[in-house]
């Protein structure tokens, strides 16, 4: 694994120097999109409405509308954030780890011990196994500032992003205003067929059939022949495009306006008109 971010732990004096990894990955096979009548790909290109070229990622800035007007905000004004610049996961509260409803659990993150002694890093640990709570903690990351719990998976610190209380809606359901009665023979055969699946949770037993199935018409189509050469799906001006094609669009219209102009200059003038003679009469 490679660590996306480096920063500590701080609550009080105590000061945990940590590695940051992702937690979790994405195994659906990746898919793109092509015209059904040739394959070949369709590309979305990133390019400016005003002058209509195609716009690399380094000269791409964010900008918020709020309908008038229109505020662009460039890399330096979010260095310019404290909490961007912040490199701390700075620990709020601990709360008792029950009190954490499910629904708020956003993104997962190991957390690495980052230096010569993890000593620190390791009395945190068995302190939240102790007390059974969570350190509920503030911290930022891509250019974002977050809520977060850290809490205990096997021996390694796991922080876990927390969707802010706006963030989850309220869930009102006319028909739940409702009264519903159950009986008590109702509620114990539903309570019997819950109980005929009762388990223990063992998370390998399940697999993602859809994309095992997926993945299975992909091989049989590439056994059965049924497939083109991915540089063919490209076309011919994909070099083009990738460098810059609304540029290549503006240079051709150019040299279009210099051809009509080029020939405009080079037409023949119109001959002068000689002013008439004036008739003189004899004496």
């Given at each position: 694994m490679r660590s996306i971010w480096k920063g500590a732990i701080t609550f009080g004096l105590v000061n945990v120097p940590v590695k940051v990894y992702s937690a979790t990955e994405d195994h659906d096979i990746s898919l793109h999109q092509?015209?059904?009548?040739?394959?070949?790909?369709?590309?979305?290109?990133?390019?400016?409405?005003?002058?209509?070229?195609?716009?690399?990622?380094?000269?791409?800035?964010?900008?918020?509308?709020?309908?008038?007007?229109?505020?662009?905000?460039?890399?330096?004004?979010?260095?310019?954030?404290?909490?961007?610049?912040?490199?701390?996961?700075?620990?709020?509260?601990?709360?008792?780890?029950?009190?954490?409803?499910?629904?708020?659990?956003?993104?997962?993150?190991?957390?690495?011990?980052?230096?010569?002694?993890?000593?620190?890093?390791?009395?945190?640990?068995?302190?939240?196994?102790?007390?059974?709570?969570?350190?509920?903690?503030?911290?930022?990351?891509?250019?974002?500032?977050?809520?977060?719990?850290?809490?205990?998976?096997?021996?390694?610190?796991?922080?876990?992003?927390?969707?802010?209380?706006?963030?989850?809606?309220?869930?009102?359901?006319?028909?739940?205003?409702?009264?519903?009665?159950?009986?008590?023979?109702?509620?114990?055969?539903?309570?019997?067929?819950?109980?005929?699946?009762?388990?223990?949770?063992?998370?390998?037993?399940?697999?993602?059939?859809?994309?095992?199935?997926?993945?299975?018409?992909?091989?049989?189509?590439?056994?059965?022949?049924?497939?083109?050469?991915?540089?063919?799906?490209?076309?011919?001006?994909?070099?083009?495009?990738?460098?810059?094609?609304?540029?290549v669009l503006d240079l051709m219209e150019a040299l279009k306006r210099s051809v009509e102009r080029s020939r405009e200059a080079k037409k023949p003038a119109p001959p002068e008109k000689k002013p008439a003679r004036k008739a003189t009469?004899?004496?």
């Amino acid at each position: 694994m490679r660590s996306i971010w480096k920063g500590a732990i701080t609550f009080g004096l105590v000061n945990v120097p940590v590695k940051v990894y992702s937690a979790t990955e994405d195994h659906d096979i990746s898919l793109h999109q092509v015209h059904d009548t040739d394959g070949g790909r369709i590309k979305y290109q990133r390019r400016c409405e005003v002058c209509g070229k195609v716009i690399p990622y380094e000269h791409i800035d964010k900008a918020y509308d709020n309908g008038d007007k229109t505020v662009v905000l460039t890399a330096d004004d979010f260095k310019a954030l404290p909490e961007e610049r912040s490199r701390e996961i700075d620990v709020v509260e601990f709360v008792p780890s029950d009190q954490l409803d499910p629904i708020m659990f956003d993104r997962s993150y190991y957390l690495e011990p980052d230096g010569k002694s993890a000593k620190a890093y390791v009395l945190l640990r068995r302190t939240l196994e102790a007390t059974d709570r969570t350190a509920i903690v503030h911290f930022a990351l891509r250019q974002k500032t977050r809520l977060g719990a850290l809490r205990v998976r096997g021996d390694v610190l796991v922080l876990q992003s927390l969707l802010w209380d706006d963030e989850i809606r309220e869930a009102a359901f006319p028909a739940l205003d409702e009264r519903v009665r159950i009986s008590s023979k109702e509620l114990d055969m539903s309570s019997a067929l819950v109980e005929s699946f009762a388990s223990d949770f063992t998370p390998d037993e399940f697999t993602d059939e859809y994309q095992e199935e997926l993945r299975a018409l992909i091989e049989a189509k590439l056994k059965k022949g049924d497939a083109v050469d991915t540089e063919e799906t490209f076309g011919e001006k994909e070099e083009d495009e990738e460098e810059g094609g609304g540029e290549v669009l503006d240079l051709m219209e150019a040299l279009k306006r210099s051809v009509e102009r080029s020939r405009e200059a080079k037409k023949p003038a119109p001959p002068e008109k000689k002013p008439a003679r004036k008739a003189t009469s004899s004496a």
